[in-house]
C-alpha cells in the first residue's frame, strides 16, 4: 500500500514511528510536508502539488496536523479524500475535534459525561455564568489553548471574576468549567483506534500543580480502565467522527467525565508508558480499512 504522512517533519516521534512502522510492515510511505502542499480546486479533476510536481494519489494518507496550521492542514487534507486517499481521520472531524467548545456541545448532546461547562460573551453575564457552573473553585480554559497553556484554576469567586474579566478584555474565548477536585491532579488518556482502546495511560500533575500534561512536568504511567472508561471513550471517539483519537477522561466522584478528544494524539508517551507498538496497530488499521473503503465497497471503518 502506498500511505502518506502528512507532517511538518519526519524528526518528530510520532511521525518517525509511523513511518518506521509502515516500512516495517512492507508498505511504501513518504511524508509530505503540509505546508509545502499547494492545490488546484478550480477543475473537475482536482488535484494535489507537492514541492513543483503532481502528487499521485496515495492509498491512504495519516494527517498528523499541528493545532496552529488546523486551517490549511484541514484544506489539504479534503483534497487528498477529493482524489479518493482514505484518510486515517477525516477533515470533517479533526476541524469538529478542534473547537473545543463545539466537540462539547456534540458530547453533550449524545449524553457523554462532561464537567458542567459554561460560555458567555458579556461580561455583564460573568456573576451568573459562575453560579451556574457552581462556583469557585473553577476552571477556566482558553478555547484555543493547547497543552495546558491557557487552563487557569481559580480558587476564589473573585479569583475567578479577574481572570474571566482579563480574558474578556483581550477578547479571547474562553469556558468556564467545574473543578473535578477528586481527580486529584491526575487525567486517563485512553488511546481508541476503531472500536476499541488499545492502549490507556494515567498522567499525574507534579505536586501543586492541577494539569497533568506531559509538556507541564506530568508524569504518565499505565493503568487498567473501567468498562465504563472504555466504553465512553470509544463512544465519545465516534461521536467525533474520528477512527483514532486520544480522550482526556477525569476520573470524577459520578463516573468518567470527558475533557477532550484529541484528533492527532501524540505517540511518545503513550507508547512509552505502555510498551505498546501504537504506531503499528494505526498501520494494521490501515490495512484492513483501505481495502473496505476502495469504491463501491464503501463501508464505515471496523476493527
Ligand atoms: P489542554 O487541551 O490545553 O491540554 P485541558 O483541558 O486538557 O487543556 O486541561 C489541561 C489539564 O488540566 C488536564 O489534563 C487536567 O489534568 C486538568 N484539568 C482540566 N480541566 C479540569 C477540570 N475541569 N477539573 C480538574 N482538572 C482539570
Do not use: W
Amino acid at each position: 500500500m502506498k500511505i502518506a504522512i502528512l507532517s511538518r517533519s519526519s524528526r518528530i516521534y510520532s511521525t518517525d514511528r509511523l513511518l518506521q512502522a509502515a516500512h516495517q510492515r512492507g508498505h511504501q510511505v513518504e511524508v509530505i510536508d503540509t505546508l509545502r502542499c499547494y492545490m488546484n480546486i478550480a477543475s473537475h479533476r482536482p488535484s494535489i502539488h507537492y514541492r513543483g510536481e503532481k502528487l499521485t494519489k496515495p492509498d491512504a494518507i495519516i494527517p498528523r496536523i499541528g493545532a496552529s496550521i488546523t486551517f490549511y492542514g484541514t484544506a489539504v487534507l479534503r483534497q487528498f479524500e477529493m482524489i479518493g486517499t482514505f484518510p486515517l481521520n477525516e477533515s470533517v472531524a479533526i476541524s469538529r475535534s478542534r473547537d473545543k467548545l463545539r466537540s462539547l456541545q456534540l458530547l453533550s448532546r449524545r449524553g457523554i459525561g462532561l464537567p458542567v461547562t459554561g460560555f458567555c460573551r458579556s461580561p455583564d453575564d460573568i456573576d451568573d455564568l459562575i453560579k451556574m457552573v457552581g462556583g469557585a473553585p473553577l476552571v477556566i480554559k482558553l478555547l484555543e489553548g493547547t497543552q495546558g497553556i491557557g487552563v487557569v484554576l481559580a480558587e476564589t469567586r473573585k479569583a475567578a471574576e479577574s481572570v474571566i474579566e482579563a480574558f474578556m478584555g483581550l477578547n479571547a474565548n474562553i469556558m468556564v468549567q467545574e473543578y473535578i477536585k477528586e481527580a486529584k491532579g491526575a487525567d486517563i488518556r485512553c488511546l481508541v483506534i476503531g472500536n476499541k482502546v488499545v492502549a490507556a495511560m494515567r498522567r499525574q500533575a507534579p505536586p501543586g500543580e492541577f494539569r497533568s500534561n506531559l509538556h507541564r512536568g506530568g508524569t504518565a504511567e499505565i493503568i487498567k480502565i473501567t468498562p465504563e472508561e472504555r466504553s465512553t471513550a470509544v463512544r465519545a471517539a465516534k461521536i467525533m467522527g474520528l477512527n483514532v483519537a486520544g480522550v482526556d477522561l477525569l476520573r470524577s466522584n459520578h463516573g468518567p467525565l470527558v475533557m477532550e478528544v484529541n484528533s492527532s494524539p501524540g505517540l511518545q508517551g503513550i507508547e512509552e508508558a505502555t510498551g505498546k507498538d501504537i504506531a503499528g496497530m494505526i498501520i494494521q488499521f490501515l490495512e484492513k480499512n483501505v481495502e473496505l473503503n476502495k469504491p463501491g465497497t464503501r463501508t464505515k471503518g471496523k476493527g
